[in-house]
């Protein structure tokens, strides 16, 4: 016996064919971000560019996944009118996604560790979100689910979904921003572009770009002491676990599961002072604020073109600022916080400004 189940919903779809149009405008009404020259002695050969993401609307890289995990949860109708927005978030993506949240009308609850700066935390209660502190951060996951069982809501669940929600093949990712800013440069492809891996979704995006284009652009993950991904990259063990990264933004103690490996032609580990140290030394330099997570991916370029210098070659690197320093001014950019945590900033400091007198960086033991 045959039968039919209709869930038509027209207005349903109307509210979001409207929201999606609202996404979409932002996306419109927002500049693409600028390419900023890094000064390097000319006589290198080598040019380094750094893809300033601080100047989305919420000041972060996770601008451009929260529009894609959002217009991701529209398109698949996980996300309706009233739906509330349940995200697991070191902070970044939080401030993003509510923004996002309340350009929809749509309640927010940021799953956070204790730990977050309390930075993050007034930005997104500042675009109506609200904050649900854990002491324990592998525990932001469960939490989240609990959370959006409870409530009827939706969880974005970045981990999972930030490398299929953005379009790897174009539509202005970050890939192809990148790689059309570059077009008037002399070494218009990149010998590298250095990113961190928070979720894996920015490194799975231009590692695959890169392949689909046919690119020979390799890509450097750096990742922070503490967090998961180098171990399990370094040992083909997607199961590893670590206590998690001191770097907010990226590094985290469990494999997620939009981190792909095989995109990837290099990893880097690179130590909590050393990303401060390089955070503090971008600043110096350009005299733009940047936070902990660009310092990591500073401190990993500056070892590749010490490489490239030490083997004679020319070309270009390229790498991301994520966010601002204003929203580690209580951390990072605090040396009394520096002292609770042990952490000496100042070797690596003094490495940087000497690479950028002799091309060289320390040799890893």
């Known amino acids: 016996m045959s039968g039919v189940v209709d869930r038509c919903d027209p207005g349903g779809r109307a509210w979001i064919s409207e929201a999606i149009r609202k996404v979409e405008a932002d996306s419109n009404r927002s500049a693409d971000t600028h390419l900023h020259v890094f000064p390097l002695p000319p006589e290198w050969g080598i040019d380094l560019y750094l893809k300033d993401e601080s100047v989305h609307p919420t000041g972060s890289l996770k601008h451009r996944l929260a529009r894609s995990l959002f217009l991701y949860g529209l398109a698949n109708g996980w996300i309706c009118e009233g739906t509330t927005i349940i995200e697991a978030s070191s902070g970044s993506t939080a401030v993003s996604e509510a923004y996002f949240a309340r350009l929809l009308g749509l309640p927010f609850v940021a799953v956070m560790p204790a730990s977050t700066s309390p930075e993050k935390a007034r930005l997104i209660e500042f675009y109506g979100g609200r904050c649900h502190l854990v002491d324990e951060p592998a525990a932001i996951y469960d939490e989240s689910r609990r959370l959006a069982a409870e409530c009827g ?45 928070g979720t894996g979704g920015t490194s799975a995006t231009i590692g695959r770009y890169a392949r689909y284009r046919r690119f020979q652009t390799r890509v450097a993950v750096v990742d922070p002491e503490g967090s998961a991904f180098y171990g399990a990259y370094e040992d083909h063990d997607p199961d590893r676990t670590a206590s998690g990264s001191m770097i907010e933004g990226i590094g985290r103690p469990r494999v997620e599961p939009s981190f792909l490996p095989t995109v990837i032609d290099r990893m880097v580990r690179v130590p909590d002072a050393a990303s401060i140290a390089a955070m503090r030394w971008t600043t110096e330099v350009t005299g733009r604020s940047v936070g902990g997570s660009t310092g990591t991916n500073m401190w990993g370029a500056a070892e590749l073109i010490s490489e490239m210098r030490a083997r004679g070659e020319q070309g270009s690197v390229v790498t991301l600022i994520c966010d601002g320093g204003e929203r580690y001014a209580h951390t990072y950019g605090s040396d009394d916080w520096l002292a609770t945590k042990g952490l000496n900033v100042g070797p690596h400091l003094e490495s940087l400004r000497a690479f950028l007198k002799t091309g060289e960086m320390p040799v890893r033991m």
Do not use: K
């Open 153 to 197: 809501g939706h969880f974005m669940d970045q981990f999972t979904y930030a490398e299929r929600a953005t379009d790897w093949r174009g539509n202005n990712n970050i890939a192809e921003s990148i790689f059309e800013q570059l077009s008037l440069e002399r070494f218009p492809e990149p010998s590298w572009v250095v990113v961190g891996a």
